[in-house]
């Protein structure tokens, strides 16, 4: 089967590097993709809006499966475009995608289905969501509705903090994404990442990671993307799971098929493990950047055949996903600057990296030489035994990196690493 794989950033990356391994794979193309991507696919120049132009390459090339990564495309419709067109596609249709692009839109949906979250109300006014904040106390939570990148949410320790964050979201500080806000209970806990694959009716759990959200060692600073992440999540335990499954994503599915907006994808809950257990702060509708970075380095399955299965609805004929035991580590390298104003052109050299693996996120070569043209830039990927030992292969590849324009957090698995040395573990 060829594949045809949408994105270009570290997630892509690790997408294409197991897609590539996969016995039902024979060539995997790639838009735009990446200088990394490209070791793996061959690279496309297509434009992904173009939808009608995505649905020729597919039938130019014999195309039996299109793998969709960001979020942006889903939400515009391209799983919808594909699958009118006849085309397998793994990732939501735009009205499911709705999971990830309006957090009203899942509000609601865990209202209707019982599912655990935040307590929460949507205003479309201004002024009505400046009078709401009397429901709630400080830290004050508040979300634009739409997508923003990852920057849409804003938690105020102060009510002056939370009315000038309301009139930031209403005066166009997020563009569209603010034109609606949600106001949310502060939930206190640690957070996880868990996953799960659904073809809108069977669903599989497909592992857990931790994210490091924050810009800063010690969780500092402004929030990004992402600056590294672990696998699995330990901190989720197998009844934490469980739980997770029956009472989010399990009536998750259920709704949306209910509801006539059946979600076919990979389910991203972004949990808080509070006092009163698991509760959802949100959904994605794609894989994490980086958790998936480490998912791929520890899933020992054939990817193209169950993304397959996903895209097709034969998810319960399918081969149970299976983990390596070894934990994963990511680390993000990322140009000077980020998240705020990333600083572009700085050189890369890889140098001789042994021991991990080094995903291309904000890469390019140009005149030969590999250069940073987005935030982040590499995910330096390593295993061991335990995230202790996961770590230090990380590190010491990241040692290995000529990126004089760059840097990386230097913590990333921290609180996993604490854990291990207070129990004797590594
Ligand atoms: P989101 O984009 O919804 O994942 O939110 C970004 C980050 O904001 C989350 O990873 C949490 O750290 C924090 N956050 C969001 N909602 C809440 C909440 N209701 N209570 C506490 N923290 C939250
Ligand atoms: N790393 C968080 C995300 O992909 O949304």
């Not at 609606?180 to 939930?187: C, G, I």
Request: charged residues 20%; contains cysteine; glycine residues 12%.
């Amino acid at each position: 089967m060829n594949i045809l794989l949408i994105g270009s950033g570290g997630r892509e990356h690790a997408l294409a590097w197991k897609l590539a391994q996969s016995p039902n794979c024979d060539t995997l193309f790639a838009a735009p993709g990446n200088p990394g991507i490209a070791q793996e696919a061959e690279l496309v120049d297509i434009s992904i809006a173009d939808h009608a132009a995505v649905i020729a390459f597919c039938a130019g090339h014999d195309i039996g499966l299109v793998v969709v990564g960001p979020e942006a495309p889903l939400v515009s419709g391209l799983g919808d475009s594909l699958r009118d067109a006849g085309i397998p596609v793994f990732g939501p249709n735009q009205k499911a995608a709705q999971l990830e692009g309006s957090k009203g839109f899942t509000k609601d949906m865990c209202a209707a289905a019982g599912i655990p979250t935040a307590g929460y109300a949507r205003y479309d006014r201004k002024a009505s969501a400046l009078k709401g904040l009397d429901a709630f106390d400080a830290p004050y939570v508040i979300k634009a509705d739409g997508l923003a990148a990852g920057k849409g949410v804003i938690i105020a320790e102060t009510r002056a903090e939370a009315e000038a964050a309301i009139d930031d979201m209403f005066g166009g500080g997020f563009g569209d994404a603010g034109a609606s806000v949600v106001l949310e209970e502060f939930m206190a806990g640690e957070e996880a990442s868990f996953f799960a694959l659904t073809d809108g009716r069977d669903v599989v759990a497909f592992g857990s990671a931790q994210d490091h959200k924050r810009v800063g060692d010690g969780d500092t600073g402004p929030n990004t993307g992402g600056m590294g992440a672990y696998s699995p999540a330990f901190v989720l335990t197998d009844t934490l799971q469980a739980q997770v499954m029956e009472r989010i994503i399990r009536p998750t599915v259920a709704y949306m098929a209910a509801n006539d907006m059946p979600y076919s994808g990979v389910l991203f809950a972004g949990l808080m493990l509070t006092d009163e257990g698991p509760k959802l702060i949100e959904y994605n509708a794609r894989f994490g950047d980086p958790e998936c970075q480490v998912l791929m380095t520890r899933f020992e399955g054939d990817l193209a055949a169950l993304m397959l299965a996903v895209a097709t609805g034969t998810l319960a004929h399918a081969e149970c996903p299976l983990f390596s035991h070894q934990a994963a580590l990511t680390i993000v390298m990322a140009a000077n600057g980020y998240p705020a104003a990333p600083e572009k052109g700085g050189a890369v050299g890889l140098g001789t990296v042994s021991g991990a693996t080094v995903f291309h996120a904000g890469t390019a070569e140009i005149n030969g030489q590999l250069v940073a043209i987005g935030g982040r830039v590499l995910n330096v990927t390593a295993t061991g035994a335990n995230v202790t030992e996961a770590q230090a292969a990380a590190y010491a590849a990241v040692d290995c990196i000529d990126f004089p324009g760059g840097f990386c957090r230097k913590d990333i698995g921290w609180r996993e690493v604490a854990r291990e040395a207070a129990s004797g573990t590594p």
